[in-house]
């Protein structure tokens, strides 16, 4: 259990997340501290108690700790303070986080492969530097020293960022767009999962219905935007081919009626699981020229497909893939989560090797994160450990390497097994583009479906958001209001 006490209601979100990533599935509680009074005693039932007092001219921040076996008189006290004077409240964000990390290491005896940075993108800074003409030298130091980010993923973020900088020419950001659509059904319900996702035998009698919504949502999301230059589609999900055949072809259809799909660089339909996956469906994908695929294992091991709540087999999985190529299929992605359940390096080193059998043009590399919403997240204590580690991450990087792919994006999110990150890893010419641009934020998207978000990108990369509801029923019945949302979020 951790106590955090804040003089101020400032940085408590940046502070939570260091402590989050130095003790994961530890308990933080705020409480209030008036610094008129004495310093709070260290409860007896609290492991950590951090103190962050806010002076006009300097933080200071206070760190109480117990060892492992909490015995009182195994008490360890850090105490330093910031100088804050004539500092932007970004400058003394920036130095804040950078003592609390100190302290927090002092007491962990162990660094954060991401130093400071606790947001979901950090090659966006990497990026951002190149495009305005920085060598990599400086934007390395300026990493390393800024947010105390190891080398290792310094050199990541900058050989990702030069990639980006590479795939993204030619994207119109002003008069461009990319288009989300998606689909919350899935054959079951993955003991991980947070998306907005719903098995799909619950909801079968409402999928037509559903179907039906989400076209109205893109005709008059078409009227919106035109004139202006489609340059992605993306169907995700949920699992988009949890769909019957005729379904997904009517939403597919609508696409192709009311946007102008002349010029388009990519569109990808997740077939993501096995399970979904039946030649008729990949027919109706090859009907409507989508030209990338996933095909989404997350593990080759079928013990742990069985505990996460996959009802597929490896060799399903297989056949899928194969059936896939069978068909033309030439870009298909495969997805892997490191961290799973019980399954350490020597299990990733598995995984990585069926993959290299099949050879995709793709893989994309999670690390497991514990979300609150999730299964997982609630019953965690009935399993066994779940723990991601620099080295399983070298493992699948080292293996994806092989197959003659190199990393081209990066994004981040709470609660990950290791405080580590996911990579896609792409051939050459087989990158997902919809993944960058929805990590970066450059450029417009228009989401379309239950729980999707929209977001508008301006001129000045000034960024709002629109989401719809999330219930099935709720969107189905309120989709005119869903339309509404999009045209105040774009068209004002």
Known sequence: MIELRLSEENYEYDIRGLLMAFYPGEEIEKKEWGVSGP??????????????????????????????AGEPSAVR????????????RTAVKS??????????????????????????????????????GKGEAEIASYMQKE????????????????????L????????????????????????????????????????????EAVRRELTGTASIFRGKKLNTVYFGGGTPTTLLPKQMDRLLSCVEEHFDCQGLREFTVEAGRPDSIAREKLQVLKNHAVTRISINPQTMKQ?????????????????????????????????????LPGEDVRDVDQTMEELKKLRPDSITVHSLAVKR???????????????????????????????????????????????????????????????ILIMEEKQTIAACGAGSISK????????????????????IERIKEMLERKKKLFCC
């Open 39 to 68: 310093e709070p005693d260290f409860p007896g039932t609290w492991r950590r108690l951090l103190l962050v007092e806010y002076r006009p001219e300097q933080i200071r921040v206070v760190l109480h700790g117990r060892d492992e």
């Open 77 to 88: 006290r850090f105490c330093e303070a910031v100088p804050v004077s004539g500092l932007d």
């Open 95 to 132: 130095a804040l986080k950078r003592l609390v990390y100190g302290l927090l290491r002092k007491d962990t005896q162990r660094e954060l492969p991401w130093g400071t940075l606790t947001g979901i993108r950090p090659t966006k800074i990497a990026l951002g530097f190149l495009e305005e």
């Open 147 to 166: 947010y105390l980010v190891t080398p290792e993923k310094t050199g990541l973020s900058l050989e990702i960022a030069r990639r980006e900088k590479a």
């Open 168 to 211: 993204l020419q030619g994207i119109d950001y002003e008069n461009g767009f990319s288009l989300y659509v998606g689909v919350p059904f899935c054959p079951t319900t993955c003991l991980y999962c947070s998306f907005t996702s719903y098995p799909f035998e619950r909801f079968a009698g409402q999928a037509d219905a559903y179907v």
């Open 303 to 339: 013990e742990t497909l069985d505990r996460i709540g996959r009802r597929h087999t490896v060799e399903q999985v297989r056949e899928a893939f194969a059936l896939a190529r069978q068909m033309g299929f030439d870009n298909i992605n495969m997805d892997l989560i490191l961290g």
């Open 373 to 435: 919403a999730a299964r997982l997240n609630q019953y965690r204590e009935h399993y066994v450990s779940m723990e991601n580690s620099d080295e399983a991450m070298a493992v699948a990087e080292k293996s994806a390497r092989t197959l003659g792919m190199s990393p081209y994006y990066l994004y981040r999110q709470k609660n990950m097994t290791g405080n580590l990150e996911n990579v896609g890893f792409a051939a050459p010419g087989k990158e997902g583009i919809y993944n």
């Open 456 to 475: 508008r990108v301006d001129a000045n990369g000034r960024i709002e958001r629109r989401e719809n509801v999330k219930d099935v029923t709720q969107y």
